[in-house]
């Protein structure tokens, strides 16, 4: 059974309540019964298993059997500007990041997009994209759930991020250096964030922008992917360097 998040104020006294989308989750689609364990994680690392005391329509209540710390983070966290992508493709892409254990997901609105973002969908579609993130998170046990941050414009994402220890925007067929050569932080506190464009690649003035906040152009090679196929090929080649993929 996954890791399902709670927030640290739902557990007192060893005691932990569960209610909404959780709650009937838990209750309808995995059918727990009283007496089961499963496990619960929280926004500071820790990590909960529990015993279901109670359950109703509306609320399970369990007890805590063990309380576990995370791990302290190893490597950078990796932050990943995605061009905003058609249909499901999105989805899938937020899916996989997240499985992939990026910290922070920020979807970009580049010149070549398809896609333009609706004013009047944007918060359902930002708690539907947060919603993805949480239950990839779960499935994949990770400790920390990916953060899913409002779409922007190249240039404010490429500012926002100028205190990143390492900036990388990928481009196809590139000078830039190859990402499996590019050397990496080490250190836990810095951050990597890596920029994938769109299938009709970047603009070039986006790219110039980019390199005047500190990005560095890299390229995967002479194969042309298509973006989403190419945003996890890079993490992939970030997280097996790091370590994270064994």
Not at 39 to 49: A, F, H, K, P
Not at 67 to 81: C, E, M, S, T, V
Not at 218 to 232: F, K, N
Request: hydrophobic letters at 45%; aromatic letters at 6%; proline letters at 7%.
């Amino acid at each position: 059974m996954p890791v399902f998040f709670i927030t640290a104020d739902q557990i007192q006294n060893g005691a932990v309540t569960i209610t909404g989308p959780l709650c009937a989750h838990l209750r309808d689609s995995l059918r727990l019964q009283v007496g089961e364990k499963f496990w619960l994680g929280d926004e500071r690392r820790q990590r909960y298993r529990v015993i279901a005391a109670h359950i109703d329509r509306k609320t399970i209540s369990g007890t805590v059997l063990e309380q576990i710390a995370g791990p302290i983070p190893a490597h950078p966290p990796l932050i990943l500007g995605q061009t905003l992508l058609k249909g499901d493709r999105m989805d899938w892409i937020i899916q996989k990041a997240t499985e992939l254990g990026v910290a922070s997901i920020i979807p970009l609105v580049t010149a070549h997009a398809i896609v333009r973002p609706r004013s009047d969908r944007q918060t359902p579609q930002q708690s539907r994209w947060q919603k993805i993130a949480l239950e990839a998170s779960q499935q994949a046990e990770r400790w920390e759930v990916s953060l899913l941050l409002p779409p922007c414009n190249p240039q404010s994402f490429f500012e926002s991020q100028v205190s990143a220890a390492l900036k990388l925007i990928l481009c196809e067929r590139a000078a830039g250096q190859s990402l499996a050569t590019v050397p990496l932080p080490s250190e836990a506190g810095n951050h990597i964030v890596l920029a994938v464009g769109p299938e009709g690649g970047w603009k070039k003035e986006e790219i110039e922008q980019a390199v005047a906040y500190g990005f560095t152009p890299v390229t995967l090679g002479q194969l042309i992917l298509r973006a989403e196929t190419a945003a996890l090929a890079a993490l992939s080649v970030i997280q097996s360097r790091l370590g994270e993929l064994g």
